[in-house]
Structures are given as structure tokens and as C-alpha cells.
């Protein structure tokens, strides 16, 4: 079950401004180990490693997205699954009133796709709101609707923190894959934390002391598992989720919060065969797992455990409505009639359509790897993504 990344020997090298840049994130994150006795629990070097305020890969200037960049999600792949999400909140709009709140809007191709959507459909919301911490980010994405959809621009605002009392629809695609991680390592003697240390060469693990916390939420997590963890299985957790959706669940007063990421439920997230856990890195479309190689230049990224997800969503007094595989929601939301819906005589267009539905949704590409759950308050389904199949029963 495990990936099988890329040797990092094959990778392109940065150039020299690049490395840099790097070498200034790798001082301040040295400093700072140095600082705190020698080690530093790796959910803190991945918070710098992404978020440092101008260092860190998603608050400083590289390309991120599209063919240019480290990845392609799939809003840059295919414009069909922006248009399906749309679909999607306009049955939640209809609900709920009110506004689209994204949830960091990378190259902002998912904003302008879903605005296009629902005007198509007569169905614009109050407002689309962007929560963005790039900077740089958010002058692409405003360029990016300037020039598509220029009428429709003073519906868009950029905000700097959650608005209070929202009524309608929060979207987050590939958003939690992001937050922060602890790895951690059973041992004979239980659960230890993964931590990093400075070395000659850069960056290493090593096993921390005991952490009461750690071992408090891993005893818990395994009543779950048919079988315990085993010595020497490596993973991670995620201990700031609870917290992400508690906010997110404070600011919304009426509607939903639509999650798609790739992850699993937690049976399947903690199998034994995937003992190395899910940590995995993206640099300019090579995939590798090493989270120390050229801090501030590549992503790091693990996968979600959708079972946390629903557990922090319950704490929350946010109501589970659905949970899905990728393919079995767009499915569900009409990619079947939108792509019927494309003119078959444009036969290199129709084509083009055709193999990204695909990519999209067969499993072994991104249809079951990337899961959709839709927790909402003060409103109810049925909700046409989750009407296919819906899987809650599995978390």
C-alpha cells in the first residue's frame, strides 16, 4: 500500500536563488532547534518548512501550480471538476444563502471555473470569498479573474482571517493535507515522537522522549484498529485538526464545509502494510519522501485521516452529511451530463474532456485516492455529491 517515490538523485536541481532562498529557511529553522535544547517535533519543522512568514513554500513567490510548478490539483487539471463543485453549491445556496468562502484558492482557476458555473446557471452567490495567505497568491488569482471574468470581479474579496456568522458554502480542496504533522514511531517501550535534529549535512530524525499527549491520543485512536500498531510502525497524526475545524465551525452559522483531499478512514489510514506512513513531498512533479531536502522549495504534505475529520467535525456541532470517494461525487454532482453536454464534433475538444473525466475519477487515478466530505449546520440534504454512494458508514 505504500507509494514508491522518486530517489531524490533524480530530482532537477534548484537554481542558485533558489537554494538561497532554502538556505536562509534552513537558518532560521536551525536557530530555532538550537534554541529549544537540539530538537524540534517535526509538526513545528513543517509549519516553517510551509508557512514561515516569507520563507516558507506557501508564503513566498515560486510556482506552486499547473505545469510550471511542483503539482497539478484538480481545478488546474480539468475545468469539469470545478463545474461539478459548483453544482454542488448551488444545492447547498439554496439552503443556506449567502456566500462561497475558499479556503486558500491556489492559482484561483477553481474560484473563476465555479463563478463561470453558477452564472452560467443563474445561481451567483452574494459574494466568493478567498482566505489566502500568499500574497503572491492572491495578485495571480486576482489577475487570473480580472481577466476571465472582469464583471464579476467586485464580487470577489480576499480576506485575512475567518469572517464571523457566514452563511453559506466553505471550500476546501487539498487544504488539509497541508496542516502540519507529528510522526511518531511505536516502540517497545510505546508510542515516541519523530523528531528533527541539525546535522553537518542538513536535517535528521530522531526519537524523542515520551509525550504523555502522544500517547493519550494514539491509545485512542488504536480502540479503533482491529489490531494494534506494531513496534517499529511509523506514521503521523495530525494534533491541529481539532482546532482547524473548531474555527471553521465557530465561523459558520448556517451551511456547509465542503473537503475534498486525498486520505483515507482510519482502518484504512493505519493499515499495517503502510508502516511508513503517508509523508510524502512534491517537487516539480516528482514525488520523493524527504521532508529535508530544500526547505521552502518543495511541498510536504500527509495524508488525511477522514475518521479525525468526523470526530473534530462531531466536537464541533457540525453534522456529518456525507463522505464519498472523488469519483462517486462528481458523478453524483452531473459529470456524466456535463461532459454529454460537450460537442462531439469538436472531436480533439470532446477528446481532451473525455481523458480528464477519466483522470478524475477512475481508481487508479484520482477517483478513489481523493475522498469528499460535507459537514454541515442548520441545513439538510439531500446533497446530489453524496447521493451516488455514501460511504460514512466506513469511518
Same mark, same amino acid.
Request: proline letters at 6%; hydrophobic letters at 40%; charged letters at 20%.
Given at each position: ?254 451551511? *456547509?464545509? @465542503? /473537503? ?11 493499515? #499495517?502494510?503502510?508502516? &511508513? !506512513?503517508? =509523508? ?91 475522498? *469528499?466530505? @460535507? /459537514? ?11 447521493? #451516488?454512494?455514501?460511504? &460514512? !458508514?466506513? =469511518?
Amino acid at each position: 500500500m505504500n507509494s514508491f517515490p522518486d530517489s531524490t538523485d533524480r530530482l532537477p536541481a534548484p537554481d542558485p536563488a533558489a537554494l538561497e532562498h532554502s538556505r536562509a529557511l534552513t537558518t532560521l529553522i536551525y536557530r530555532e532547534i538550537q534554541q529549544g535544547g537540539g530538537a524540534m517535533d517535526f509538526q513545528r519543522f513543517m509549519e516553517l518548512a510551509l508557512y514561515a512568514p516569507g520563507l516558507g513554500y506557501y508564503r513566498a513567490g515560486s510556482r506552486k501550480f499547473g505545469s510550471g510548478g511542483d503539482f497539478i490539483t484538480a481545478p488546474e487539471l480539468s475545468a469539469l471538476f470545478s463545474r461539478c463543485l459548483a453544482r454542488q453549491c448551488r444545492e447547498i445556496l439554496a439552503g443556506s444563502g449567502g456566500a462561497i468562502l475558499e479556503l486558500g484558492a491556489g492559482s484561483g482557476i477553481m474560484a473563476a471555473t465555479i463563478m463561470a458555473e453558477l452564472q452560467h446557471l443563474d445561481s451567483l452567490p452574494d459574494a466568493y470569498l478567498i482566505l489566502e495567505l500568499s500574497g503572491e497568491l492572491r495578485e495571480r488569482q486576482h489577475r487570473l479573474i480580472e481577466t476571465r471574468l472582469p464583471a464579476l470581479l467586485p464580487r470577489v474579496r480576499w480576506l485575512d482571517s475567518l469572517p464571523e456568522n457566514f452563511h453559506g458554502v466553505m471550500l476546501a480542496n487539498e487544504v488539509l493535507d497541508a496542516l502540519p504533522v507529528q510522526r511518531f514511531r511505536i516502540t517497545g517501550h510505546g508510542p515516541r515522537p519523530l523528531q528533527v535534529v541539525a546535522e553537518q549535512a542538513g536535517f535528521g530524525w530522531w526519537e524523542g522522549p515520551a509525550d504523555a499527549a502522544l500517547t493519550a491520543q494514539l491509545d485512542a485512536l488504536q480502540q479503533d484498529l482491529a489490531t494494534p500498531l506494531p513496534v517499529g510502525y511509523e506514521s503521523e497524526i495530525c494534533p491541529g485538526l481539532n482546532a482547524w475545524i473548531a474555527g471553521l465551525g465557530a465561523a459558520l452559522a448556517r451551511g *456547509a464545509l @465542503l /473537503l475534498v483531499d486525498y486520505g483515507y478512514p482510519r482502518r484504512e489510514y493505519y493499515h #499495517l502494510q503502510r508502516n &511508513r !506512513g503517508t =509523508l510524502l513531498c512534491h517537487y516539480r512533479h516528482r514525488v520523493h519522501d524527504d521532508p529535508f531536502l530544500w526547505p521552502g522549495l518543495q511541498d510536504i504534505t500527509a495524508s488525511v485521516d477522514f475518521t479525525a475529520v468526523a470526530e473534530a467535525a462531531l466536537a464541533a456541532d457540525l453534522a456529518v452529511a456525507g463522505y464519498t470517494s472523488q469519483a462517486n461525487f462528481l458523478l453524483g454532482c452531473g459529470l456524466t451530463e456535463l461532459l454529454a453536454g460537450a460537442d462531439p464534433g469538436s472531436q480533439p475538444s470532446y477528446l481532451k474532456l473525455a481523458r480528464e473525466a477519466k483522470l478524475l475519477t477512475l481508481p487508479g487515478e484520482m477517483g478513489e485516492r481523493f475522498q *469528499a466530505m @460535507l /459537514l454541515t449546520r442548520g441545513i439538510d440534504g439531500p446533497f446530489s455529491g453524496f447521493g #451516488l454512494r455514501d460511504d &460514512r !458508514g466506513r =469511518l
